[in-house]
């Protein structure tokens, strides 16, 4: 997918639909660092492919990483509004405490409102599925998830 041959990516995708673990550390780094927000949206199209993953916690992980793209860009607005998107999929505690507690705090100093109410995420000391571990050394270490799922 980095070579954007994404076509390519589906197919293969669809040969290992079944498997239990997907990593893609490389990915979320490339969306990262690169700001490649394309990237990004492919990879949300291509985990449903995945019959065995958690779905919810890899589409969380995704789109952290592209918020993360956005607030690094200083776009806390647009991060703001990928996050709605991405509520409409998934919950607030699918998406990395770290990434939401930057777009709130860009959106803060920009004089803008943070409209989730974040008290218990920033209670949560520990994620409740034991089978997403850290691996990454990314923005988001702090809880950046590779799903094994």
Not at 27 to 44: A, F, M, P, Q, V
Not at 73 to 96: H, M
Request: glycine residues 4%.
């Amino acid at each position: 997918m980095l070579n954007k041959k994404f076509d390519e990516a589906f197919t293969i995708a669809k040969e290992f639909e079944n498997e239990k673990f997907v990593q893609y550390r490389q990915l979320l780094s490339d969306i990262r660092t690169n700001n490649n927000i394309e990237l990004g949206y492919k990879l949300l199209e291509i985990l449903p492919n995945f019959k065995e993953v958690n779905h919810s916690a890899n589409l969380g992980i995704v789109y952290s990483a592209i918020i993360d793209s956005y607030v690094n860009q200083g776009n806390a607005i647009e991060a703001s509004k990928v996050l709605d998107k991405a509520l409409e999929k998934i919950t607030l505690g699918d998406i990395n405490k770290s990434a939401i507690l930057r777009i709130k705090k860009n959106l803060e100093s920009q004089g803008e409102t943070f409209k989730y109410n974040i008290d218990n995420l920033e209670k949560k000391t520990n994620f409740k599925n034991s089978n997403i571990h850290s691996d990454d050394s990314s923005d988001s270490s702090d809880d950046e998830k590779v799903a094994k799922v």
